[in-house]
């Protein structure tokens, strides 16, 4: 539950940034809307994969020396 919170949380943040940035480079809200949209919905759907594969036990440490 938790990671679907963030993800939406992340997910509205990343919107109003871009759309923030796209604003001030165009003037139109229309436009930075559309362009605000685009980018932000694909990062919100790698999200959760890139926290899985962060939260993932991390693999264990090779041995550069044998011991016998």
Partial sequence: ????????SYG???????????????????IALGI??????????VFPLHEYLWERKAPEKLSLFHSH
């Fill in 1 to 8: 539950m938790r990671l679907i919170a963030k993800t939406l």
């Fill in 12 to 30: 509205t943040i990343h919107v109003l940034v871009a759309s923030t940035v796209a604003f001030v480079l165009t003037g139109n809200w229309a």
């Fill in 36 to 45: 605000g949209l685009i980018e932000p919905v694909v990062q919100t759907l």
